[in-house]
């Protein structure tokens, strides 16, 4: 149903929430990659929801099952499928949803775009389930990339009204990048995480959601990658990261800072020590007529406040063709961004591995 092409490596991502399963096809990997079980679990684990108040309640354990592709530790080149079992399923928290169009989710323009025949239960595959192949792809993409040396992380940079501090794009150490794939809650500023929980806290203590920023940045990337135009960086980034539900808006390095800066201010100077080209700031996120220029890769991500509340809402009911109150009872993560960030490391592996084959 939903496919998400890259150029060298194509994924195709399917399944429903709460039907059997949903997993990925991952077409045209290299032979040969190592397959360390240990780190996909550990990225899997990074995105499993039911873990504490800040996820949502429905506890999925997330194993992947390899059915192909894969033989004596190593991807054999062929497609490679994953499958993520759906286990904790209550679809009657939504037998009485069947009609209603919940505001912000896509029930309504699902509807209309599959003649009523979608999934509805759960989200179907317009759930934020969906992104658990992502992770497990993007953890396959990924053990390519530190072989290259190439290192990806994310913080949070803002949930409501509380802002972490945003990164030093010109200079940013893998080991900070590391140090927030070990991190439930990855912020710089040390204190900052009790303040985001209790924001999180306040909006599901409301019956209500939050929405919020990532910063992802990218390490160690060679210069030249991407193309002008069509296959920029930028586009190929933006493309992905869209796929992403909730996904509202992504900007690269300075982004829409850029409005009020004046031209001596934004441009990043070149330097050279003999071997090394690098720019004194890094404005456009390491990216120039849409290549890699060997700085950092820095982009930031918008995510809007999770559409199922709890607080009573007005929904359509098609069925009727009439506005009805709507208080929903299902299961609901309080703030997406914050599951985000694996997704969105995932998402960054792709692309980079896609740009680099
Ligand atoms: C990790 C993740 C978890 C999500 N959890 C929920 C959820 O619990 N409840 C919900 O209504 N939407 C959730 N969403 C968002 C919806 O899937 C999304 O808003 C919906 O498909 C409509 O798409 P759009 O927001 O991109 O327009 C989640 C998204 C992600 C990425």
Known sequence: MSSISGEKIKISVFGESHGKAVGVVIDGLPPGIEIDSDKIRAEMERRRPGQDRFTTPRNESDDVEIISGVFNGYTTGTPLCGIIGNTDVKSKDYDAMKNLMRPGHADYTGY??????????????????????????????????????????????????????????????????????????????????????????????????????????????????????????????????????????IEFGSGFGFAQMRGSEANDQFTADGKTVKTATNHTGGIN?????????????????????GKPQRALDISKMESTELKIQGRHDPCIAVRAVPVLDAAAALVFMDLLL
């Open 112 to 249: 209309i775009r599959y003649g009523g025949f979608a999934d509805y239960r759960g989200g179907g595959h317009f759930s934020g389930r969906l992104t658990a192949p992502i992770v497990f792809a993007g953890a396959i993409a990924y053990q390519y990339l530190q072989k290259k040396g190439i290192t990806i992380g994310t913080h949070i940079l803002k949930i409501g009204s509380i802002d972490d501090e945003p990164l030093n794009a010109a200079d940013i150490p893998a080991d900070i990048l590391n140090k927030f794939r070990g991190m439930r809650f990855p912020v710089v500023s040390p204190g900052i995480e009790e303040k985001i929980k209790e924001e999180i806290d306040n909006a599901r203590r409301d019956l209500d959601s939050v929405g919020g920023i990532l910063e992802t940045a990218v390490v160690n990337v060679p210069a030249g990658l991407g193309s002008p135009m069509f296959n920029s960086v930028e586009s190929k980034l933006s493309a992905f990261v869209f796929s992403i539900p909730a996904v509202k808006g």
């Open 289 to 309: 007529g849409g290549m890699t220029n060997g700085m950092p890769i820095v982009f930031r991500t918008v995510f809007r406040p999770t559409p199922s509340i």
